[in-house]
Nanobody, 126 residues
Framework: QLQFVESGGGLVQPGASLRLSCAAS??????IGWFRQAPGKEYEGVSC????????YYADSVKGRFTISRDNAKNLVYLQMNSLKPEDTAQYYC?????????????????????RGQGTQVTVSS
């Protein structure tokens, strides 16, 4: 059974950094992605990583600022977010997609996942 616990969200000023963590279980053969939802905005696939960690995808809106990584030995997935902007404000969710059905790019761009966590709130405001 897939389970996720996200953490690391908070309130920060523009330009600051945050690192989100996702404790994921049952995801050995799954790509993992971070998705976000802001009020009045479309659900967005922010970044996704392959099951082995060798392939990643980033939305244009975060490319160059966010870095996704995973530690399969610890069942952890991270999203390092630098140079945060007010438009990054959203609820961030960790999600998984079985690797046989997607690539990190199709998972994120298609917003396809098999399960997701409850999310963690990120607010960027001065």
């Amino acid at each position: 059974q897939l389970q996720f616990v996200e953490s690391g969200g908070g309130l920060v000023q523009p330009g600051a950094s945050l690192r989100l963590s996702c404790a994921a279980s049952g995801v050995e053969s799954y790509h993992i992605g971070w998705f976000r939802q802001a009020p009045g905005k479309e659900y967005e696939g922010v970044s996704c990583i392959s099951s082995g960690g060798g392939s990643t995808y980033y939305a244009d809106s975060v490319k160059g600022r966010f870095t996704i990584s995973r530690d399969n030995a610890k069942n952890l997935v991270y999203l390092q977010m630098n140079s945060l902007k007010p438009e990054d404000t959203a609820q961030y969710y960790c999600a998984a997609r079985r690797e046989r059905y997607a690539t990190p790019e199709t998972m994120c761009s298609g917003r396809n996942y098999d399960a997701r966590g409850q999310g963690t709130q990120v607010t960027v405001s001065s």
